[in-house]
């Protein structure tokens, strides 16, 4: 497999780090001193420079003002990002936008696309279910009424759910199909209660209480669920592969100045060991997230279906952003655990993204099942 990027794959990474450059993981205030939500909203003015590098548009077409570009294009931002802790909707808006490209009517795409692709519009994805370990799908209903659709259920877990303007809910209808409804964070029917992330950040729980919403802002097409599940699952590997990345080089940018019995700690073989196993993980992470984002776009067939290299890679960036962190705090000693150094705050949302959409074991079980059909057929 050749997973060179092409020209304008690596130029969207490269405008990505100049916009990053100037962020500061550690000038957010550490969950642990905190109450509730470590900030009550996100990087307005960092949504405005992506916005004017054009990385929010990246994977809408040019007739809607996009760059025309594919998942690999935006994991690569996205990698980006995640060093620095960016607090931006990147994924779930890019994402969201990129399913009403795939999957909605024109109307729908004129209205929302090149407003989104300019950051005058946001998007995020209810994708945890009620309980955030049942299906998002499940968790709400939606019946046909004329020429509206009535939602009822709860979503639980809603990243940016205080500042999107649109909710993008997953619902499953009575002969058993799953629509995706644009639901307005104000509208009429939804009650929002606030939750906060292991992460520190604002979360909240959209409750739909025969919230009416109109024919035209639901996607009922048969798949687009699943196609949206799988770019923010890979998305969110993509995340996990950035922040442990970074968090490696914290390691070994301190290990390398911290000394004992007059050497740096780096030289001892214990410290070398554990610092190349999770080196491994790290290359173990990119290979599977490539092989992931390439068989979502491109449509290429395998041994088997692409939602099985989807389950790949979060297996492995699930458990190996956790054992990058852990090491990381383990050689840190002490000043790992302190709460003014920002290592404290990316094994937090290294626990958040573990455990997003689900932990290793459940797509585990995906995997497992997707393999028992194929020997089965």
Known sequence: MDFTFTEEQLAAAEAARGVFAGVAPDAVPSPALTTGAVADGFDRALWSRLADADLLSLLLDTEYGGAGLDAI??????RESAKVLARVPLLE????????????????????LPRAGRGELVLTVAAHGRTGHDPAELAVTARRDGGTWVLDGVQTGVAWAYDADLVVVPAHTDADRTVLALVPRDHGGVVLAEQVSTSGERLGEVRLES???????????DGAWEWLRARLATGTCALALGLGER?????????????Q??????????VAVQAADRYIDLRAMEATLWQAAWRIDSGAQGALPAAGDVAVAKIWAAEGVRRVVQTAQHLHGGFGADTDYPLHRYHAWAK???LSLGPAAAYEEALGD??????LG
Not at 73 to 78: N, R, S, T
Not at 261 to 269: E, K, R, V, W, Y
């Open 370 to 375: 997707l393999l028992a059909a194929h020997a």
């Open 211 to 221: 919230a009416r919403i109109a024919a035209g802002d639901v996607i009922e097409a």
């Open 73 to 78: 294009a935006l994991c690569l931002v996205l």
């Open 93 to 112: 808006s890019s994402a969201a936008a990129a399913a009403v490209q795939a999957y909605g009517d024109e109307e729908l795409r004129a209205a929302l």
């Open 247 to 259: 968090v490696l080089r914290m390691t070994s940018e301190y290990t390398g100045k911290r000394e």
């Open 261 to 270: 019995f007059g050497h740096p700690i780096a030289t001892f073989q214990a």
């Open 352 to 354: 958040h993204l573990e």
